[in-house]
C-alpha cells in the first residue's frame, strides 16, 4: 500500500475523444509524475507538477496536459486521442526534501479503440 | 540522465539470493542508484536507493562499486513472489524524473 491511489482502474474510449484521468496523492507529498507504460516496455516520464505547477515534461505532445490542486489530487487530461494511447498510465508522488523515492499508484489501463 | 544497462532476464532458485547486476558507466556524482520492481500490471515497487555507500532494508540490499559505475541488487532469499521485472534507475538530485528501461525479468522458479 504506497497511499498513492488513481482512478478509474480501467477505461475505454474512442480514437479522437478526451480523456482525464485520476490521482490522489500522499498528503505532504507536493511532487507528483506522470508515467505511461505501452505494453511490454519501461514506463516512460510524461510530465512532474510541484505544488501546483509543472516543472518538467518528457517528450509527449500538448494534448498531454495536467493539473495539480493542494487538497494532493492531480489529473492528467489528453485530448484527441489515438490508437497509441492506450497504455498503463502511471502517477507517483514524493516528499519535497533532496533524493526521496516515489511512490506509485496501482495505474490506470486506458484502452483507445 | 545517466543510462543504465541490465540483463533482459535471470533465473533464480527459491530460496537462493537473487544478485540483478546494473551497469550505470556515465553516472554522475550528484546522481543516486534507485531500484524498482514491477509485478505483472501492477505500479512499480521501490526497493531501495543509494549514492555510494552500500545499502540494506528490509527488503533487499543494494552494493555499488568504488567507481559507482555499476551496482548489484541482492535479494538474500528469493521467494515465488519476486518474480517481477526489476529496474535499475539514475536519478539526479534536482530532477524527479525517473528513466526507466528495460529492466531484468527475474524469475524464481520453485
Known amino acids: 500500500e504506497t497511499g498513492v491511489t488513481q482512478s478509474p482502474t480501467h477505461l475505454i474510449k474512442t480514437r479522437g475523444q478526451q480523456v482525464t484521468l485520476r490521482c490522489s496523492s500522499q498528503s505532504g507529498h507536493n511532487t507528483v509524475s506522470w508515467y505511461q507504460q505501452a505494453l511490454g516496455q519501461g514506463p516512460q516520464f510524461i510530465f512532474q507538477?510541484?505544488?501546483?505547477?509543472?516543472?518538467g515534461r518528457g517528450n509527449f505532445p500538448p494534448r498531454f496536459s495536467g493539473l495539480q490542486f493542494p487538497n494532493y489530487s492531480s489529473e492528467l487530461n489528453v485530448n484527441a486521442l489515438e490508437l497509441d494511447d492506450s497504455a498503463l498510465y502511471l502517477c507517483?508522488?514524493?516528499?519535497?526534501?533532496?533524493?526521496?523515492?516515489?511512490?506509485f499508484g496501482q495505474g490506470t489501463r486506458l484502452t483507445v479503440v | 540522465d545517466a543510462k543504465t544497462t541490465q540483463p533482459t532476464s535471470m533465473d533464480c532458485a527459491e530460496g537462493r539470493a537473487a544478485n540483478l547486476p546494473c551497469n550505470h558507466s556515465t553516472i554522475s556524482g550528484n546522481e543516486y542508484v534507485y531500484w524498482y520492481r514491477q509485478i505483472h500490471s501492477q505500479g512499480p515497487q521501490y526497493i531501495i536507493h543509494?549514492?555510494?555507500n552500500n545499502e540494506t532494508n528490509e527488503m533487499a540490499s543494494l552494493i555499488i562499486t568504488e567507481d559507482r559505475k555499476s551496482s548489484t541488487l541482492i535479494l538474500p532469499h528469493a521467494t515465488l513472489r519476486d518474480t517481477a521485472v526489476y529496474y535499475c534507475?539514475?536519478?539526479?538530485?534536482?530532477?524527479?524524473?525517473?528513466?526507466f528501461g528495460q529492466g531484468t525479468t527475474l524469475q524464481v522458479k520453485p
Open positions: 507517483a508522488s514524493r516528499e519535497d526534501r533532496g533524493n526521496t523515492e516515489a511512490f
Open positions: 534507475i539514475v536519478r539526479g538530485g534536482n530532477t524527479g524524473k525517473l528513466i
Open positions: 543509494g549514492l555510494k
Open positions: 507538477y510541484y505544488r501546483e505547477e509543472e516543472n
